[in-house]
């Protein structure tokens, strides 16, 4: 460094004790160990809780959660590490996640305000409903709601010849055939790291209407089942009001919509809502709703967070018809309202620009 030094006056700027190693860091003018630089600088591994390694480079390489900045090695994206099925955090070395026994696991969090069985989740299907009505949008008929399994879900959307569209990874369905399936008639118990004692129910799904049903993957946190429901109770809506077959940008972008401001109205005080998407189906003399929340007090920061979440997925989703179709829904809506964009969809099929 172009210095005379004692020998007991090179010290490490960290533990103090004098560097007599050959090698050694520096950072600006101040002198480590390289165990000590490494310990507060080296990244650690969220997942395994070890120091990132080095790439093949001579970098540190590593992997990051865009929303939760979760960092954690590249190779636990290939070694099964369990990731949860709602916020998409991965499963430290320290922590326990749910298994919900269909090759899904829910973190403790997520698991904390899970909706389990169709009678725990009909409160917030009618709470999400009486959103619906208070944008001037009511249902005519009632729409069954059953709360499903994996497996459940799946048959079901096998059996459906014709529908909405649905996402890859299908968690909620707009039934439009008649059907059986089965539905989850009893919370499940806790048991370990499992579920135990499922108490299911084969129901016969008969059509009185253009909609037979609306069905949601159990297991979920509220805010996210609330959510896949007001997704779906959309499809029902426009299909009970008589709107065209719509492609999958239209229709998938406008309940994506749909699914965004119920997501805004619960997790955002109402000074800090977007009044003009939100309100603007309603009729003038109702020019505001109140939140659905259907939490006493309103929710937890974690939960709020969540919310946050769910909804930076639906804003930053990279398919067509969910992600493109979201934005372009979004913005047509942030531009003419709700209503005026509805009865433009109806008259043209297509969003105005």
Same mark, same amino acid.
């Given at each position: 460094m172009g210095i005379y030094w004692h020998p007991q006056c090179f010290r490490c700027s960290s533990c103090k004790h004098p560097i007599r190693d050959t090698e050694f860091t520096l950072l600006g003018t101040d002198l480590y160990h390289k165990l000590c630089y490494k310990e507060p600088h080296h990244p650690k591994c969220d997942v395994c809780l070890q120091f990132i390694p080095t790439n093949s480079c001579g970098l540190i390489e590593y992997r990051a959660h865009p929303f939760w900045g979760q960092k954690y090695c590249p190779l636990h994206e290939e070694d099964r590490t369990p990731r949860c099925c709602s916020c998409e955090k991965m499963e430290p070395r320290n922590t326990k996640y749910m298994s919900l026994g269909d090759g899904r696991s829910l973190c403790m969090e997520c698991l904390g305000s899970a909706v389990?069985?169709?009678g725990e989740c &009909?409160? $917030? +299907?009618?709470?999400?409903?009486?959103y +619906?009505?208070?944008m001037n949008m009511k249902l005519d008929q009632q729409i069954p709601? $059953? $709360?499903? @399994?994996? &497996?459940? $879900? =799946? @048959?079901?959307? @096998?059996?459906e010849s014709k529908g909405p569209h649905h996402m890859p990874e299908t968690r909620g369905l707009c039934l439009s055939e008649e059907q059986t399936v089965s539905s989850i008639l009893r919370r499940p118990r806790i048991g370990g790291n499992r579920l135990l004692d499922m108490r299911t129910q084969p129901q016969k799904l008969t059509r009185i209407c253009e909609v037979t049903a609306i069905l949601v993957l159990y297991g979920l946190p509220r805010l996210l089942t609330g959510s896949i429901l007001a997704h779906e109770l959309m499809h029902g809506w426009l299909c009970l009001k008589g709107f065209r077959k719509l492609n999958a940008e239209i229709e998938g972008g406008i309940c994506q919509v749909m699914s965004y401001l119920w997501l805004e109205s619960e997790i955002l005080p109402s000074s800090s809502r977007h009044a003009q998407p939100s309100s603007s189906y309603a009729s003038s003399s109702s020019s505001s709703y109140p939140p659905t929340s259907s939490k006493k007090g309103g929710i937890s920061h974690t939960e709020n967070k969540l919310g946050e979440f769910f909804m930076h997925q639906i804003a930053n989703d990279t398919s067509r018809a969910y992600g493109d179709g979201f934005r372009t829904a979004y913005a047509?809506? =942030?531009k003419y309202g709700l209503r005026q964009t509805l009865n433009h969809i109806r008259l043209t099929g297509g969003f105005p620009v």
């Open positions: 389990m069985d169709t &009909q409160p $917030l +299907y009618h709470s999400i409903r009486d +619906y009505e208070g709601m $059953l $709360l499903v @399994e994996w &497996q459940a $879900l =799946n @048959e079901a959307m @096998e059996g047509a809506v =942030n």
